[in-house]
């Protein structure tokens, strides 16, 4: 089983091509807030415009997932100026708007239809946070079948504060969950990787 698993993940194996959706969770001016400083990963954004410029230019399926937050206290709260896509990395007229009101791109959306309307069999993640709305995401993603590959250093975390009381940095948080994901709901590469596999 574990032999079969690594080959179906394996990043040797990655082969990326129009069957492939491009998965851009959360970019939204929320995240430039204060209450998400501290984040790991600077180069992120750079990484998801150079990842979102690579599937333009093949015409390949790109996502643009949004958060609607109900509470008007959060930075992503619906109608908050904030819930605007950053401009760097908006939305283009026909690209796929997945609006989402949980951290799960699927719960409640058309995503998972969409998905397969659009062909798309394999999905490259990034996006914020990781172990948020990225996590849950990339959980649901493998648990439905998609051959789900998830970019670390196009994602960032934020620092968690644990039931102890005790922070831990936003690198720590990130690797982390980057490893509980690894083999189990993805593969997880980097932009390296991504362009071996183009």
């Given at each position: 089983?574990?032999?079969?698993?690594?080959?179906?993940?394996?990043?040797?194996?990655?082969?990326?091509?129009?069957?492939?959706?491009?998965?851009?969770?959360?970019?939204?001016?929320?995240?430039?807030?204060?209450?998400?400083?501290?984040?790991?990963?600077?180069?992120?954004?750079?990484?998801?415009?150079?990842?979102?410029?690579?599937?333009?230019?093949?015409?390949?399926?790109?996502?643009?997932?949004?958060?609607?937050?109900a509470?008007?206290?959060?930075?992503?709260?619906?109608?908050?100026?904030?819930?605007?896509?950053?401009?760097?990395?908006?939305?283009?007229?026909?690209?796929?708007?997945?609006?989402?009101e949980?951290?799960?791109?699927?719960?409640?959306?058309?995503?998972?239809?969409m998905?397969?309307?659009?062909?798309?069999?394999?999905?490259?993640?990034?996006?914020?946070?990781?172990?948020?709305?990225?996590?849950?995401?990339?959980?649901?993603a493998?648990?439905?079948?998609?051959?789900?590959?998830l970019?670390?250093?196009?994602?960032?975390?934020?620092?968690?504060?644990?039931?102890?009381?005790?922070?831990?940095?936003?690198?720590?948080?990130?690797?982390?969950?980057?490893?509980?994901?690894?083999?189990?709901?993805?593969?997880?590469?980097?932009?390296?990787?991504?362009?071996?596999?183009?």
């Open positions: 089983m574990e032999a079969a698993f690594s080959l179906l993940w394996g990043k040797r194996d990655m082969e990326l091509d129009n069957e492939t959706g491009l998965l851009i969770i959360d970019m939204q001016k929320a995240i430039d807030e204060p209450v998400w400083d501290g984040k790991n990963n600077p180069a992120y954004e750079t990484r998801i415009l150079d990842l979102l410029t690579l599937w333009r230019a093949r015409q390949w399926p790109v996502f643009h997932i949004k958060h609607n937050e509470n008007p206290a959060s930075t992503f709260h619906t109608h908050a100026p904030t819930n605007a896509f950053k401009p760097e990395t908006a939305p283009l007229p026909g690209e796929i708007i997945i609006e989402k949980v951290n799960c791109a699927f719960i409640g959306t058309g995503l998972g239809s998905l397969r309307m659009e062909g798309c069999k394999k999905l490259l993640v990034c996006g914020v946070v990781t172990h948020n709305s990225v996590d849950a995401t990339v959980r649901h493998g648990c439905l079948g998609f051959e789900t590959y970019v670390a250093d196009a994602c960032t975390a934020v620092p968690v504060v644990d039931r102890t009381g005790k922070e831990w940095a936003a690198e720590d948080v990130h690797q982390l969950y980057l490893s509980v994901l690894d083999g189990e709901y993805c593969t997880v590469v980097n932009m390296q990787d991504v362009f071996t596999a183009i």
